[in-house]
Every structure is written in structure tokens, then in C-alpha cells.
């Protein structure tokens, strides 16, 4: 090294980090969250003693540095553009979501394992950050399967099984549930038969996905079909259960906007169809789309665009519809110890962004109770596919219970008894019911008793508030 580039290192590299640390100094607002990462960025810590002498006072400064440096979203974009584009690629790509994740929603066919992946809108949805981006998984394993513009690669069906398809703006989960799958969880649904008689109807509502509407043609023998697989359920079900027809109403609104296209849950609107569904077998009335109140919220990315990173996806943000109830009613979810404490609450929170507008988040146990004078009282339990679907319910119930069995820590039977009530409506997705854990947690919440199933979600700490 000549003495001149050492003069020119000694005065350069300071001088541009003096400009750097000036033009950082110099921003006077920061935002707290990434549009292009969708997620929270590190908060300016408060300068304790304690921080000092433990060191995370200097931890937490130097990630609110690194998150809020200048330009650094398109920094950011960039670098999500240059691994995205290492080799040749198609217009269609699989990512293998991988395994071994916290914070977590459902998985798709989750037979031998129960991973799960996190869902969009929640809290709870940070660990897709671990999921395979632009062709590696999270455990540093190729992606396994790429797919080109011509005919399907042949690739055995079990490395798809945990895998995110993305084609033209849009991603979807592969679907690999099958006969056996279906058959268990027709018999979890079929539990609460046996456990409540004729004093209660059960309902039963499984959504199918987007891959149902939207898989290429050339992509078909990726996945299997879960209109098969939903009359597979509604076959096993007793004569009992009201079985909702989700498939039949929904393909004929395929060309609108059922299935958000960065996230893995269905809109409000497609909700809005599940819920005719629901109706039709119910022999109830739907309320007429027309009769409610729209409204739209700005566009968001969910949890494909954070599992995979594609810069077709960051580019295809989805706008949150929802409609408001048309009747009155007051509603609280219940945390703390033994989820018994109030904390009041809206089935459309309409200061959030992506699937957080329905319900909020996943509260454990939430009440509603209306102005709706029929004598009818329900619970949804459901996963948070139900979370769009719970505020279509409000105009035909007295009284509504939401609980999401995955995080409730009481019994069904409890508030059935306590809360005398008329119909149990039991929700999810084709993913998780085809899930053999997901059908364990249906049975054990009916009474919480025996052993407990090993854990399906572990909440962040933050996910609510204290009481």
C-alpha cells in the first residue's frame, strides 16, 4: 500500500463516517416500521444506570442505529432485488418454508411434526422472518423445488409439503392434506357432538386457500385438491353437523378480491363468502353485502412477502376491505392470569394495518354482546382464519364468544354451561385441519382435561397488554 492511499484511507474513511453520523444526527423523524420489511424497528432506548452497567443500554442503541440509518429501506430493497435475481429465474418459484419456528400460526399438512408458520396480520407472525427467501431456507438448505414458465418440474410431493408457490404478484401455500387428514379432524368436530348432545348445533366451516383459485395450470400436480379434501371432512362429519359448502361459494368470485396476494389468509370479502356459506347451511338469512358498511384501509405486505422477500410481492401490498357490523354491541377480550381479566375491545379495529383490522389481533377469549334479541347465544372457535369471518356473525347472535383454541386456557364446556348457550361454530383453514395437532387442540379444548397437547403457538410476551 503506497504512503498516498494510506494518507487518503486516514482522511476519507473518517471523513465519510463524520458525514454519515451528521446525516443520521440530522433526520428529525424516524418512522417505527419498515414498509418494505413489514415489520417494527428497534426504539431509542432510555438511558438507565442499570442499562449501563448490564450492557443493554449499548445492545439495544446499536440495533436502533442499525434499524434507522439513512436510506435504509432502499438499501434494503436492493439487496432483497440482488438476492432475488442470482441466476435464472421463472415467473413461478417455490420457497421451502423450512422448520424449527417460534411465534407461530399453522403449517400446511403438518402431519409429521406440527411445525407451523406465522400468519400475517398478528402479532405473532415475526418467525416467518426465518422462512426461506430468494432460493435458501432458513436453515441455510436449497430451496426445493424450482419451477419455470413451461411444464411442472417433477419433484417428489413430500419436499412441497411445507412449500410457498409464487406466481404474478401473488403467493400461495402448496396444499398436501390427504384422506387421513381430513377423517381426523371430521372426528375432532364430530367430539363436540358427543360432548353436548342435542342441547347445542355444531357448525362446521373449513376454508379452503388460494391455491384452490389461483394455482397456474402448469403448477397443478404441485398440489392436491382441497375441494376433495373438504368433501372428504364433510363426508366423515355427523348427520348433526351443519357442514358449510365453502368451496362451492366461493369459486364463483374468484376473479375478485377473496385471498390477499402477500399473505396467507383470505380477505374480508372472501370472509364475507364464507360466511354465506355458513348461512346456507345453516339455514339462516345472510345479510346483504349492500347493507353494509364499506371500508378500505392503505395497502400492507403480510407474511409471504417476509417468508420469501420476492420483489414481485413488495410491490403488491394488499388494501384491507372490511365491513362493519350493522348492529350495536359491546365486546371485551380476557387476558392475564386464567384469561379473566376484561380489557374492552372491537371485532374491527379500524386503526390497524393488514389482517390485524379483524379482531385485532388473537385473543384468546373475547365476548361480545349485542343488541340482537333472539335468544340465540354462539361460540366461534376457530384459528385466525376466523378472525374475518367472527364480525359477519354479530347480527345473529345475542351473545358471541370467540375463542381461539390454540391459546385458550379454559374449557368450552365451562362457557357453554355458564353462558347457556345454542351453537358452537367451529372454524379453520383446509392447512390446519389436515393438521394432526390442530385436531388435538379441537378435542382438549372442549373440556381441558388430561394431558395437554405439546405446544402449538408460543406467544410473544407482547402480544397483550398487561391487565
Known amino acids: 500500500m503506497t504512503r498516498a492511499t494510506t494518507l487518503a484511507n486516514i482522511v476519507c474513511v473518517p471523513a465519510l463516517l463524520m458525514v454519515l453520523g451528521a446525516w443520521f444526527v440530522a433526520v428529525p423523524q424516524r418512522a417505527d416500521t419498515s414498509e418494505v420489511e413489514n415489520r417494527k424497528l428497534a426504539p431509542l432506548p432510555k438511558l438507565t444506570g442499570k442499562g449501563l452497567r448490564d450492557g443493554s443500554y449499548t445492545r439495544d442503541l446499536e440495533l436502533y442505529v442499525a434499524d434507522h440509518f439513512p436510506q435504509r429501506d432502499g438499501f434494503v430493497s436492493f439487496a432483497f432485488f440482488v438476492k432475488a435475481h442470482f441466476g ?34 398478528a402479532a405473532v407472525v415475526d418467525a416467518v422472518l426465518l422462512a426461506a427467501h430468494a432460493g435458501w431456507s432458513a436453515s441455510g438448505d436449497r430451496r426445493q423445488g424450482l419451477a419455470d414458465a413451461g411444464p411442472p418440474v417433477k419433484i417428489p410431493r413430500a419436499k412441497v409439503t411445507k412449500g410457498i408457490l409464487t406466481t404474478g404478484g401473488r403467493a400461495m401455500y402448496l396444499f398436501d392434506g390427504d384422506d387421513v387428514g381430513a377423517k381426523r379432524y371430521a372426528h375432532a368436530v364430530n367430539a363436540y357432538v358427543q360432548a ?41 362429519l355427523r348427520p348433526e353437523v351443519h357442514a358449510a359448502d365453502t368451496y362451492a361459494e366461493l369459486l364463483p368470485h374468484a376473479a375478485e378480491s377473496i385471498y390477499m396476494r402477500t399473505d396467507h389468509h383470505w380477505t374480508g370479502l372472501g370472509a364475507y363468502y364464507g360466511y354465506r356459506a355458513w348461512c346456507a347451511a345453516a339455514g339462516i338469512e345472510p345479510v346483504p353485502l349492500d347493507d353494509l358498511e364499506h371500508k378500505v384501509r392503505p395497502p400492507k405486505t403480510g407474511s409471504f412477502c417476509r417468508a420469501t422477500k420476492g420483489p414481485t410481492l413488495l410491490k403488491s401490498a ?87 383454541y390454540r391459546y385458550y386456557e379454559r374449557s368450552v364446556a365451562e362457557l357453554v354451561r355458564s353462558h347457556a348457550i345454542t ?12 393438521s394432526w395437532l390442530h385436531a388435538r387442540y379441537l378435542r382438549h379444548v372442549i373440556f381441558n382435561a388430561g394431558e395437554k397437547p405439546p405446544p402449538l403457538v408460543q406467544r410473544r410476551p407482547d402480544a397483550e397488554p398487561k391487565p
Open 88 to 121: 435464472v429465474r421463472g415467473e413461478t418459484a417455490v420457497y421451502d418454508v423450512g422448520h424449527g419456528l417460534d411465534d407461530v400460526d399453522w403449517a400446511p399438512g403438518a402431519e409429521d411434526d406440527g411445525v407451523a408458520i406465522g400468519h400475517g396480520g
Open 423 to 434: 351453537d358452537i361454530i367451529i372454524l379453520g383453514a383446509t392447512l390446519t385441519a389436515n
Open 318 to 404: 394488499d388494501e384491507v376491505e372490511y365491513w362493519l357490523p350493522p348492529v350495536s354491541y359491546e365486546a371485551f377480550r380476557y387476558i392475564g392470569p386464567e384469561q379473566k381479566t376484561p380489557v374492552k375491545a372491537t371485532f374491527i379495529d379500524e386503526k390497524a394495518d393488514g389482517y390485524l383490522v379483524f379482531l385485532g389481533a388473537d385473543p384468546p377469549l373475547m365476548i361480545a354482546r349485542t343488541s340482537v334479541k333472539n335468544g340465540k347465544r354462539a361460540i366461534l372457535i376457530k384459528n385466525s382464519y376466523g378472525n374475518a369471518f367472527a364480525p359477519f356473525l354479530l347480527p345473529h347472535f345475542e351473545e358471541l364468544i370467540v375463542v381461539d
Open 196 to 236: 353436548f348432545g342435542d342441547k347445542v348445533t355444531i357448525h362446521s366451516v373449513v376454508a379452503p386457500t388460494a391455491v384452490s383459485f389461483y394455482l397456474p395450470a402448469t403448477q397443478k400436480e404441485r398440489s392436491r385438491s382441497e375441494k376433495e379434501n373438504i368433501g372428504v371432512i364433510n363426508a366423515n
